[in-house]
C-alpha cells in the first residue's frame, strides 16, 4: 500500500477544544507535510516539517516529527468551525524518484 | 507557488467510454503527478508525468488503462480508458513547488454509470 497510518480515521469536537491527529509511514523520508482538503476539493498544504526537525509551529498549528517511531503529529489548537475538513499527512520518499505517498487522513468536524 | 487549473471539473459517463481529464499549470515545471481519490478515501498517486519521457506509473496502474501526455512543461493529460463504475473518483493533478510542497489543481470529480 501507499499509505501510511492516520488516526483517528475520524474526530469530532466542540469549537475552542483542541485538535489532534497522528500520522505513521513507512520508509524513510525527507520531509514530512500536512494538508487539509474541504469537502473533496483540492488540497491546499498546511505546513512542512524537515526529517531533522523535531517541531514546527504554524499559527495555531504544531507539527511534531519523530523519525525514530516514523510517526508525526499535527495540533490544532482553539479550533474553529472554518476547521471542519479533511487532514492528510504526506512524506515525500525516495524510492527510485521522489514521490509525495499521502496517508489514509483524519475527517475532523467542529461543531459550533 | 503555482496555480493549477483542471478541464473538466466534473464529468458523468457511461461506462466502457473514455475521459481525457487536462491539467494547466501557470508556470514551467520538470514534473506532474496525477493523483485518484476514491470516494472518502486518501489520495493514491497514479503516475508522475516529466516532459518528454514517458510517464512513470505506480503498481496498480497501467499505461493503457491510464494514458498520460505530457507534450509541454506547463500541460498534461491523463484519461481514464474503458471506465467501469470503479473509477468514480476524483483526479487531481499537481506539481512540486520549492522545498518539496505540493500544488494542487481543483480535481475532476468523474462519476462513471
Known amino acids: 500500500s501507499q499509505q501510511g497510518e492516520e488516526d483517528p480515521q475520524a474526530l469530532s469536537i466542540q469549537e475552542g477544544e483542541n485538535a489532534t491527529m497522528n500520522c505513521s509511514y513507512k520508509t524513510s523520508i525527507n520531509n514530512l507535510q500536512w494538508y487539509r482538503q474541504n469537502s473533496g476539493r483540492g488540497l491546499v498544504h498546511l505546513i512542512l516539517i524537515r526529517s531533522n526537525e523535531r517541531e514546527k509551529h504554524s499559527g495555531r498549528l504544531r507539527v511534531t516529527l519523530d523519525t525514530s517511531k516514523k510517526s508525526s503529529s499535527l495540533l490544532i489548537t482553539a479550533s474553529r468551525a472554518a476547521d471542519t475538513a479533511s487532514y492528510f499527512c504526506a512524506t515525500v520518499q525516495n524510492t527510485g524518484g521522489f514521490k509525495t505517498i499521502f496517508g489514509a487522513g483524519t475527517r475532523l468536524f467542529v461543531k459550533a | 507557488s503555482a496555480v493549477i487549473s483542471q478541464k473538466p471539473s466534473r464529468d458523468i459517463c457511461q461506462r466502457g467510454t473514455s475521459l481525457t481529464i487536462q491539467c494547466q499549470v501557470d508556470s514551467q515545471v520538470t514534473m506532474m503527478f496525477w493523483y485518484r481519490q476514491q470516494p472518502g478515501q486518501s489520495l493514491t498517486l497514479i503516475a508522475t508525468?516529466?516532459?518528454?519521457?514517458?510517464?512513470?506509473?505506480e503498481s496498480g496502474f497501467v499505461i493503457d488503462k491510464f494514458p498520460i501526455s505530457r507534450p509541454n512543461l506547463t500541460f498534461s493529460t491523463l484519461t481514464v480508458s474503458n471506465m467501469s463504475p470503479e473509477d468514480s473518483s476524483i483526479y487531481l493533478c499537481?506539481?512540486?513547488?520549492?522545498?518539496?510542497?505540493?500544488?494542487f489543481g481543483p480535481g475532476t470529480r468523474l462519476t462513471v454509470l
Open positions: 499537481s506539481v512540486e513547488g520549492t522545498g518539496g510542497l505540493q500544488f
Open positions: 508525468a516529466n516532459q518528454g519521457s514517458e510517464a512513470t506509473y
